[in-house]
C-alpha cells in the first residue's frame, strides 16, 4: 500500500495523527525535500529507507514509490500541507491506477489554514464575504484564461494566493485592474507555523513594497479582501433573536 499524507504547514504537531502514525510504521518515506519540513522524518522507524525527491521526475519518485510497494514497504509520500492543493498527485495517482497498485490519502492541514491563524483572521465574515478563492498567478507555467487573477479579483472575495509571492507587484496590479480598489486590505505570510514565520500586513498599494524590503520572494502566500479589515456583521449562528435546528430564538422562548 502507497499512502500520501499531507504534512501540513511546517510545524511538525500540525500533521495529523494518522499521517504520524503511517511515518511511525513506514519502510519508505518519498518526501518533497523543498517544503516539507524534515523535523517530519524524526518519526519515521529505524531501517526507514528516506528519499529526498525535490531533484527527481516523476519517473523517478515512480519507480521509487512501486519499487517500495512492491518490496512490501508501507510506503509514504509525503507532501507538504494538503496533497489536494497544489500537489501534482493526479498524475502520481493515475499511475498507481494503471499499474495497480493500491493508494490512500490522508488530508492534511493547508498552508492557506495556518496563514489565516497567523494573522489571526476569518476568511468568511458575514457581510464582508461568504467565498474564498484559492488560485495562483500565471507564471512560468500558465492558467486557465477563464481564472485568471484579474478576473478573478471581479468577484470580490477573499482571496489566497499561492506560489505568487515572487511576483507580488505584477500580482497586485492585476488584482487592482480586476476590481479591487489600491486600499484593499492585504497580508504576506511567510512560511506559515513554521519558526521563522512572518506577517506582513498593508494594502494592495504597498504590498510589493513592504516584500521587498523584507526580502521575501518565496514559501509565503498572499492573502486579500475585506476580510481583513474591521468592518463585519455578527454571525447570525450565536444571535439571540435567530433561530435554528439547534436552538429557539430567546423571544420564541419568551
Known amino acids: 500500500m502507497i499512502y500520501f499524507i499531507g504534512a501540513g504547514p511546517g510545524a511538525p504537531d500540525l500533521i495529523t495523527v494518522r499521517g504520524a ?3 511511525r510504521r513506514a519502510g519508505m518515506i518519498v518526501y518533497a525535500g523543498s517544503l516539507v519540513n524534515p523535523a517530519l522524518l524524526d518519526c519515521a522507524p529505524e531501517g526507514c529507507e528516506i528519499h529526498d525527491s525535490a531533484s527527481l521526475t516523476l519517473d523517478e519518485v515512480m519507480d521509487l ?18 496533497p489536494s492543493l497544489y500537489g501534482a498527485i493526479r498524475e502520481q495517482m493515475d499511475r498507481l491506477r494503471a499499474a495497480g497498485v493500491p493508494f490512500e490519502v490522508v488530508p492534511g492541514v493547508s498552508s ?5 491563524a497567523a494573522l489571526p483572521a476569518e476568511y468568511t465574515l458575514p457581510g464582508v464575504s461568504q467565498t474564498v478563492i484559492i488560485s495562483r498567478m500565471e507564471g512560468r507555467t500558465p492558467v486557465p484564461e477563464r481564472e485568471s487573477v484579474r478576473s478573478l479579483a471581479a468577484h470580490g472575495a477573499s482571496m489566497v494566493l499561492f506560489l505568487s509571492a515572487g511576483m507580488l507587484e505584477s500580482l497586485c496590479a492585476e488584482l487592482i485592474a480586476g476590481g479591487f480598489p489600491q486600499e484593499t486590505p492585504a497580508a504576506l505570510v511567510y512560511r506559515a507555523s513554521w519558526p521563522e514565520e512572518r506577517v506582513l500586513r498593508g494594502t494592495l498599494a504597498d504590498l510589493p513594497s513592504q ?21 463585519y456583521a455578527l454571525s447570525k449562528l450565536y444571535d439571540a433573536k435567530f433561530s435554528h435546528g439547534y436552538r429557539k430564538s430567546r423571544e420564541e422562548i419568551k
Open 211 to 231: 516584500a521587498r524590503e523584507a526580502g521575501i520572494t518565496r514559501q509565503a502566500l498572499v492573502l486579500v479582501g475585506n476580510f481583513l479589515g474591521d468592518d
Open 21 to 23: 502514525e503511517l511515518l
Open 65 to 82: 514509490l512501486l519499487d517500495g510497494c512492491r518490496r512490501g514497504l508501507l510506503t509514504v509520500r509525503l507532501h507538504t500541507g494538503d
Open 112 to 116: 492557506f489554514c495556518a496563514a489565516a
